[in-house]
C-alpha cells in the first residue's frame, strides 16, 4: 500500500514539472525597445528646452500611444505619449538656469515590450527663465486655419480651424474670435478635437478677402492668432452649344458672346441675379459654306431663344440646335457604272426622325444631320440616318427598300446602286425560227412605248433598264404579233415568236390534207366516184348523139 502511495506521488510530481516546464516555455519574451533623443532648444521661447523622442521596437517598427517621463536633472518635467509615428516633442518648461544641464526620457514598458532609458547633455548659454509648462501643455498653442476653396460671389464663406498645443493634442472648448477685412464676424469654440467650422456669411464682393481668427488665451494657454487670405470669385456662366459650334452669337446682359472653336463661351456677373439672354440667329443660319444651324431649346426646357437666366452660383447652360449639311447623290447601276442623272424620276429617302423626303433629282441639297434630345446628364445631338426607300427609273422602283443607308456629313456624295439590267430580245418565225420584223415596241413600266430597231444581227440589245415589267412587240413582221410581258429581274435574253403568213398559210394547207385525209380513210370507193360520174356524163353524151 505504502508503494503504491509512493508511486502516485512520484506520479504526480513528473507531472508537475512537466505541466511548469510546458508554461514557461510558452511564456513570450517581453520584446526589446529602443529610445532615441535630440535636444531642442529654442530661445525664441515657443517651446523653451525640449527633446524630441523617438520610441521604437527593437526591429524599428514605432511605437504608439506610449507614456514618457522627462527629466531635467532628476526633476520629473513632463509626462508625454507617443504619436503614430512613435515621436514625441517633450518641453521641458521655463526656469532653467544656463549651464550644463542632463536630460532623461524613461519608458517604463509595458506587457509586451521591454522599458528603457536614455539620457543626453544639454549646455544653455543663458537662463529660460519666462516659461511654466504645466503637465506638459506648450504655450503659446498652434492656430491653423485650412485652406478655403475660392467661392463665387453670393455663396457663404466656410472656414475650418484647429488648435492643438505643440505636441499635437486637439485643444477643445476654446474661445476663437473671427475677422473679415479687420472687421469682427464671429465667435466660436472648439469643439473635443480642437476644431470649429464658421460660416462667415455672403455678403462679400469678388475679390479676396482677408480671415483672421484669434485665440485670446486662458490661464494655461498665451493667445495666439492666424490669418489666411479667402477668394470670392465671379460667378461664372458658360453656354455650351450641342452640338460643338463655332462663332455661335448669344446676347448676354446686353453683352455680345460667340463661341470659341469648341462651341463653348463663358461670361462673368459681379453680383447674384436674374439676367436676360438670348440666342441670337444667323444670317441664313448658315454656319459656313457646307453647314447650317438653327437653334431648338436649352437644357433646362426653355424652348424660347430669348430667355432670363438666374444665376446664384456657377452654371453650365447648354443651346440645342439642328444641324443641315449639304449632301449631293450620285447613281451607278450593277456594274458600277454612272447612270444618267436624267433617267432618274424620283428619289424618295426616310429618316430615323420618321420624315419622308421626295426628290426629283440628285442635285446638291441640305438635310437634317441632328436633332437634339435631352437626356439626364443634358442635351444630346443625335446623328439622323437616312435610308433610301424608292428610287423611281422609268416608272419602276430600282432599288430595294431601306437597304441602303447613309448619315449625313459635310460636302457628302452618296453612291446609291441602281438595280438596272440588260436584255437582248430576238423575235422569230414561230414555225421555222427565221428573223422576222424590224424592231420592237417596248412598252416600259411607266406606260411609255418606245420603238427600239434591230440591230445587224436582228437583234435588239437594250439596257441598262430598271426592274420591272415590260410589254414586248415585235414590228414589221407579217403576221400576227402579240404583246408579250417580260419581267426584266436579272441580265436575260428574251426570244419572241411570231406566227407570220408563212405560218398560217402551212396551216391551212395542213388543215385541208388533214381534213380529206380524214374523209377518204376507210372509204376509198369515194375516190372512184369522180371517174363514174365522167363516165355517166360520156356515156349520156353518146347517146344523145346517136338520137340525134
Same mark, same amino acid.
Given at each position: 500500500?505504502?508503494?503504491?502511495?509512493?508511486?502516485?506521488?512520484?506520479?504526480?510530481? @513528473?507531472?508537475?514539472?512537466?505541466?511548469?516546464?510546458? +508554461?514557461?516555455?510558452?511564456?513570450?519574451?517581453?520584446?526589446?525597445?529602443?529610445?532615441?533623443?535630440?535636444?531642442?532648444?529654442?530661445?525664441?521661447?515657443?517651446?523653451?528646452?525640449?527633446?524630441?523622442?523617438?520610441?521604437?521596437?527593437?526591429?524599428?517598427?514605432?511605437?504608439?500611444?506610449? %507614456?514618457?517621463?522627462?527629466? +531635467?536633472?532628476?526633476?520629473? *518635467?513632463?509626462?508625454?505619449?507617443?504619436?503614430? $509615428?512613435?515621436?514625441a516633442l517633450i518641453a521641458l518648461g521655463g526656469r532653467i538656469r544656463a549651464g550644463s544641464h542632463t536630460i532623461r526620457v524613461d519608458f517604463a514598458g509595458t506587457s509586451d515590450y521591454q522599458a528603457v532609458s536614455r539620457q543626453t547633455t544639454v549646455s544653455l548659454a543663458e537662463a529660460i527663465?519666462?516659461?511654466? +509648462?504645466?503637465?506638459?501643455?506648450?504655450?503659446?498653442?498652434?492656430?491653423?486655419?485650412?485652406? @478655403?476653396?475660392?467661392?463665387?460671389?453670393?455663396?457663404?464663406?466656410?472656414?475650418?480651424?484647429?488648435?492643438?498645443?505643440?505636441?499635437?493634442?486637439?485643444?477643445?472648448?476654446?474661445?476663437?474670435?473671427?475677422? +473679415?477685412?479687420?472687421?469682427?464676424? *464671429?465667435?466660436?469654440?472648439?469643439?473635443?478635437?480642437?476644431? @470649429?467650422?464658421?460660416?462667415?456669411? $455672403?455678403?462679400?464682393?469678388?475679390? %479676396?478677402?482677408?480671415?483672421?481668427?484669434?485665440?485670446?488665451? %486662458?490661464?494655461?494657454?498665451?493667445?495666439?492668432?492666424?490669418?489666411?487670405?479667402?477668394?470670392?470669385?465671379?460667378?461664372?456662366?458658360?453656354?455650351?452649344?450641342?452640338?460643338?459650334?463655332?462663332?455661335?452669337?448669344?446676347?448676354?446682359?446686353?453683352?455680345?458672346?460667340?463661341?470659341?472653336?469648341?462651341?463653348?463661351?463663358?461670361?462673368?456677373?459681379?453680383?447674384?441675379?436674374?439676367?436676360?439672354?438670348?440666342?441670337?440667329?444667323?444670317?441664313? $443660319?448658315? &454656319?459656313?459654306?457646307?453647314?447650317?444651324?438653327?437653334?431648338? *431649346?436649352?437644357?433646362?426646357?426653355?424652348?424660347?431663344?430669348?430667355?432670363?437666366?438666374?444665376?446664384?452660383?456657377?452654371? &453650365?447652360?447648354?443651346?440645342? !440646335?439642328?444641324?443641315?449639311?449639304?449632301?449631293?447623290?450620285?447613281?451607278?447601276?450593277?456594274?458600277?457604272?454612272?447612270?444618267?442623272?436624267? *433617267?432618274?424620276?424620283?428619289?424618295?429617302?426616310?429618316?430615323?426622325?420618321?420624315?419622308?423626303?421626295?426628290?426629283?433629282?440628285?442635285?446638291?441639297?441640305?438635310?437634317?444631320?441632328?436633332?437634339?434630345?435631352?437626356?439626364?446628364?443634358?442635351?444630346?445631338?443625335? %446623328?439622323?440616318?437616312?435610308?433610301?426607300?424608292?428610287?423611281?427609273?422609268?416608272?419602276?422602283?430600282?432599288? $430595294?427598300?431601306?437597304?441602303?443607308?447613309? !448619315?449625313?456629313?459635310?460636302?457628302?456624295?452618296?453612291?446609291?446602286?441602281?438595280?438596272? !439590267?440588260?436584255? &437582248?430580245?430576238?423575235?422569230?418565225?414561230?414555225?421555222?425560227?427565221?428573223?422576222?420584223?424590224?424592231?420592237?415596241?417596248?412598252?416600259?413600266?411607266?406606260?411609255?412605248?418606245?420603238?427600239?430597231?434591230?440591230?445587224?444581227?436582228?437583234?435588239?440589245?437594250?439596257?441598262?433598264?430598271?426592274?420591272?415589267?415590260?410589254?414586248?412587240?415585235? &414590228?414589221?413582221?407579217?403576221?400576227?404579233?402579240?404583246?408579250?410581258?417580260?419581267?426584266?429581274?436579272?441580265?436575260?435574253?428574251?426570244?419572241?415568236?411570231?406566227?407570220?403568213?408563212?405560218?398560217?398559210?402551212?396551216?391551212?394547207?395542213?388543215?385541208?390534207?388533214?381534213?380529206?385525209?380524214?374523209?377518204?380513210?376507210?372509204?376509198?370507193?369515194l375516190l372512184k366516184l369522180p371517174l363514174r360520174i365522167a363516165s355517166s356524163q360520156a356515156r349520156r353524151l353518146q347517146a344523145r348523139r346517136k338520137l340525134s
Amino acid at each position: 500500500m505504502i508503494r503504491q502511495v509512493l508511486r502516485f506521488i512520484a506520479v504526480s510530481l @513528473a507531472l508537475m514539472v512537466v505541466l511548469v516546464t510546458t +508554461v514557461q516555455a510558452q511564456e513570450t519574451p517581453l520584446s526589446a525597445s529602443t529610445l532615441w533623443l535630440t535636444p531642442i532648444l529654442d530661445q525664441q521661447a515657443t517651446l523653451g528646452l525640449a527633446v524630441e523622442a523617438v520610441l521604437t521596437s527593437a526591429s524599428g517598427d514605432p511605437l504608439a500611444d506610449m %507614456t514618457l517621463s522627462a527629466y +531635467v536633472d532628476g526633476e520629473l *518635467r513632463a509626462f508625454v505619449l507617443t504619436d503614430d $509615428n512613435g515621436h514625441a516633442l517633450i518641453a521641458l518648461g521655463g526656469r532653467i538656469r544656463a549651464g550644463s544641464h542632463t536630460i532623461r526620457v524613461d519608458f517604463a514598458g509595458t506587457s509586451d515590450y521591454q522599458a528603457v532609458s536614455r539620457q543626453t547633455t544639454v549646455s544653455l548659454a543663458e537662463a529660460i527663465p519666462q516659461l511654466d +509648462v504645466r503637465e506638459a501643455q506648450i504655450n503659446p498653442p498652434r492656430l491653423v486655419i485650412h485652406p @478655403a476653396a475660392a467661392v463665387p460671389v453670393g455663396r457663404s464663406i466656410v472656414v475650418d480651424i484647429q488648435i492643438s498645443n505643440a505636441l499635437g493634442r486637439a485643444l477643445g472648448n476654446l474661445p476663437l474670435v473671427v475677422y +473679415v477685412d479687420g472687421v469682427q464676424v *464671429r465667435r466660436a469654440r472648439t469643439d473635443e478635437d480642437g476644431l @470649429a467650422s464658421i460660416g462667415l456669411g $455672403n455678403e462679400y464682393s469678388v475679390g %479676396t478677402h482677408d480671415v483672421q481668427v484669434d485665440f485670446i488665451g %486662458t490661464e494655461a494657454y498665451e493667445p495666439v492668432s492666424a490669418t489666411r487670405s479667402v477668394v470670392i470669385n465671379p460667378i461664372e456662366l458658360t453656354i455650351q452649344t450641342i452640338p460643338p459650334l463655332p462663332n455661335m452669337p448669344f446676347s448676354f446682359n446686353g453683352s455680345l458672346l460667340e463661341t470659341d472653336t469648341d462651341g463653348v463661351v463663358r461670361t462673368y456677373v459681379s453680383q447674384p441675379g436674374t439676367y436676360p439672354l438670348v440666342a441670337l440667329p444667323i444670317e441664313n $443660319n448658315q &454656319v459656313d459654306g457646307s453647314t447650317r444651324a438653327e437653334f431648338q *431649346r436649352w437644357s433646362d426646357s426653355v424652348f424660347t431663344d430669348e430667355r432670363e437666366v438666374e444665376l446664384t452660383s456657377n452654371e &453650365v447652360l447648354q443651346a440645342g !440646335y439642328t444641324v443641315e449639311h449639304l449632301i449631293s447623290m450620285t447613281f451607278n447601276d450593277l456594274d458600277n457604272q454612272p447612270v444618267q442623272e436624267d *433617267r432618274v424620276d424620283t428619289i424618295t429617302l426616310r429618316s430615323s426622325a420618321g420624315d419622308h423626303l421626295t426628290f426629283e433629282d440628285g442635285q446638291t441639297r441640305w438635310l437634317q444631320a441632328t436633332r437634339i434630345n435631352r437626356r439626364r446628364e443634358g442635351l444630346e445631338a443625335t %446623328t439622323i440616318q437616312y435610308s433610301v426607300e424608292e428610287v423611281i427609273v422609268d416608272g419602276s422602283n430600282v432599288v $430595294n427598300r431601306y437597304q441602303q443607308r447613309f !448619315y449625313i456629313n459635310p460636302n457628302d456624295v452618296w453612291e446609291i446602286q441602281l438595280l438596272l !439590267y440588260h436584255a &437582248v430580245i430576238q423575235a422569230r418565225d414561230a414555225l421555222f425560227n427565221f428573223p422576222v420584223g424590224t424592231g420592237i415596241n417596248v412598252t416600259l413600266p411607266s406606260g411609255e412605248t418606245i420603238y427600239y430597231p434591230y440591230n445587224a444581227d436582228n437583234r435588239l440589245e437594250i439596257g441598262p433598264m430598271g426592274r420591272g415589267t415590260y410589254q414586248l412587240q415585235v &414590228v414589221g413582221a407579217a403576221g400576227m404579233a402579240s404583246v408579250t410581258p417580260t419581267a426584266l429581274t436579272r441580265n436575260q435574253v428574251v426570244d419572241l415568236k411570231v406566227l407570220t403568213v408563212v405560218d398560217m398559210a402551212v396551216g391551212v394547207v395542213a388543215g385541208l390534207v388533214v381534213g380529206f385525209g380524214l374523209l377518204f380513210y376507210g372509204r376509198p370507193f369515194l375516190l372512184k366516184l369522180p371517174l363514174r360520174i365522167a363516165s355517166s356524163q360520156a356515156r349520156r353524151l353518146q347517146a344523145r348523139r346517136k338520137l340525134s
